[in-house]
């Protein structure tokens, strides 16, 4: 593994690692392309309530869109898997 695939590797473990529960939670129906409203609905949680942990998320991950976040995890997912 080179130097920058380790760096990356630790990136993406550790920015996974910093997301409370159910911000992980909502990252991973992010991730399954479900909308604010289905989220809120899975989760049981106000609408309002998605908004704030999807905005703490981009926070997090250092992006501004839903599709920044989606290949921001499949570029460090593919990183770390390939370890």
């Known amino acids: 593994m080179t130097e920058r695939e380790q760096i990356a ?4 473990v550790a ?3 910093k997301l ?4 992980n939670q909502v ?3 992010l991730f ?4 604010g409203r289905m989220i809120a609905a899975e989760l049981h949680i106000s609408e309002n309530t998605v908004k704030y942990y999807i905005k703490n998320i981009y926070y997090k991950f250092n992006v501004q869109s839903r599709t920044e976040l989606i290949c921001s995890i499949l570029k460090g997912k593919n990183e770390f898997l390939s370890k």
């Open 9 to 12: 590797q630790i990136e993406y």
């Open 15 to 17: 920015k996974f690692g």
């Open 20 to 23: 409370s529960k159910r911000e």
């Open 27 to 29: 990252t991973k129906l």
């Open 32 to 35: 399954e392309g479900k909308t």
